[in-house]
């Protein structure tokens, strides 16, 4: 239990966006993903996720941790109405439409409430990615739904405070999620394994050089030195803690910030590429696509759509 609690406690949450959509038109995404994780409660509808088809049921929430790539239906759609995430976040207005709380209650058509938020341990991982869990459902919890609800219930509010409430209730919502984990026991093998960099403070520290240095040389032989440990074994070491290889884990750390830049300033393409440490701008672009689906661009202009919405 002392394990599991230094876990939420080391675990900084931050609330992103959050929607109440009617689905105006029924759409299946193929490889539907976010940068951020994603909670979806079903109000009323159908939501269909994963390549089998899984059903959420009225009441339920579909989670997706950050980055986790799936299958995705709103509303009752055949194989022909399949998007790929890219179409689907550049049309989303033609089958997402935003409504306000209120109007869910009286509303006719398949309706759900999207959360999105971030969850880093030491301000730097993303925890629930990096627990290698896939997206799943959220059963017979209505506590988890109510937290939703409330959620965007403020923050469609105009009232001081506001900032303050939601991160209290996104601090809540993550709790409750790992709780759920736990007291179903499911992924607790993958929560135990995949956590053990919550106790190496050498690990800790290369997570902190890494996202101070983020723009800079991030070599195994500079990461080597940061932990103390050889270069050759530094990678092996790595991996062992956390299920990935360093340079992997520095790639998608890179590109994390290089979409946090995107939301927050008006830097070029090429200056975030060179500010999160590529010095060819094409690779940059060519591997932003590869990990979220769409250009750096795309992702901009879509991110300032949902900025001036909110």
Not at 33 to 54: C, M, P, R, V, W
Not at 190 to 209: A, Q
Not at 241 to 250: F, M
Not at 254 to 263: S, Y
Request: proline share 2%; net charge neutral; aromatic share 10%.
């Amino acid at each position: 239990m002392e394990f599991y609690n230094k876990v939420i406690e080391s675990v900084g949450v931050r609330f992103l966006k959050g929607n109440n959509y009617k689905v105006e038109k029924a759409v299946s995404i193929s490889d539907f993903s976010d940068s951020e994780n994603t909670a979806i409660l079903l109000h009323q509808g159908s939501l269909k996720f994963s390549e089998e088809g899984e059903g959420v049921n009225e009441g339920e929430i579909l989670f997706i941790p950050a980055g986790r790539k799936t299958n995705i239906s709103f509303g009752a759609v055949s194989k022909k109405t399949d998007l790929s995430n890219e179409s689907f976040l550049d049309n989303k207005r033609k089958y997402l439409q935003t409504i306000s709380f209120k109007d869910i209650k009286n509303a006719e058509e398949d309706c759900v409430t999207i959360v999105n938020f971030e969850a880093k341990v030491f301000d730097v991982v993303n925890f629930f990615n990096s627990l290698g869990i896939p997206p799943f459902v959220i059963r017979f919890n209505d506590q988890i739904a109510t937290i939703l609800e409330d959620i965007v219930k403020e923050s469609e509010q105009h009232t001081p405070g506001k900032e303050r409430v939601l991160k209290l209730f996104t601090e809540l919502l993550v709790i409750e999620i790992v709780r759920h984990i736990l007291k179903n026991r499911l992924f607790v093998e993958e929560l135990s394994t995949n956590s053990t960099y919550f106790k190496d403070p050498r690990l800790i520290e290369m997570f902190n050089y890494i996202k101070k240095n983020i723009g800079g040389d991030l070599s195994n032989k500079v990461l080597a030195k940061v932990a103390n440990v050889s270069e050759d074994y530094v990678g092996q070491y790595f991996k062992m803690l956390t299920g990935i290889n360093p340079q992997d884990y520095i790639e998608y750390q890179r590109m994390e910030a290089a979409v946090e830049l995107l939301r927050t300033s008006k830097k070029s393409i090429r200056d975030i590429g060179k500010e999160v440490g590529y010095k060819d701008t094409a690779y940059f672009c060519r591997r932003f696509k590869m990990m979220y689906g769409l250009p750096a661009g795309k992702m901009r202009r879509r991110e300032s759509l949902i900025n001036v919405q909110g």
